[in-house]
């Protein structure tokens, strides 16, 4: 089992930004890839970032590519999402997330992560 819990979130302009935080406890940190999600409302849930186990490989969402920047720090059990340049469409839930995967593997399929936390809300003011 693996518990995250999210942090970071809040109001900021257009053009602002913020870092997501993503604190992980219980199973071995370095043995999940890691992703991030959002979900604006009446919207379905939607990749953002995702990053392999050692930090080597990273994928991002074509709506944030040049924007965001994930990383994460093994010996802290967190993951971070650094947002820069934020726009209104940014404005959603934010969701970090743990899949069991080889070491250089990532994945932008919501599906196939196991463990979710509880959402941090990110409002971009126009």
């Known amino acids: 089992q693996v518990q995250l819990v999210e942090s970071g979130g809040g109001l900021v302009q257009a053009g602002g930004s913020l870092r997501l935080s993503c604190a992980a406890s219980?199973?071995?940190?370095?043995?999940?890839?890691m992703g991030w999600f959002r979900q604006a409302p009446g919207k379905e849930r939607e990749f953002v970032a995702a990053?392999?186990?050692?930090?080597?490989?990273?994928s991002y969402a074509d709506s944030v590519k040049g924007r965001f920047t994930i990383s994460r720090d093994n010996a802290k059990n967190t993951v971070y999402l650094q947002m820069n340049s934020l726009k209104p469409e940014d404005t959603a839930v934010y969701y970090c997330?743990?899949?069991?995967?080889?070491?250089?593997?990532?994945?932008?399929?919501?599906?196939?992560?196991?463990?979710w936390g509880q959402g941090t809300q990110v409002t971009v003011s126009s």
């Open positions: 997330a743990a899949v069991l995967l080889p070491i250089r593997a990532i994945t932008s399929d919501g599906k196939a992560y196991d463990y």
């Open positions: 219980g199973r071995t940190f370095n043995n999940y890839a």
């Open positions: 990053i392999s186990r050692s930090g080597g490989r990273t």
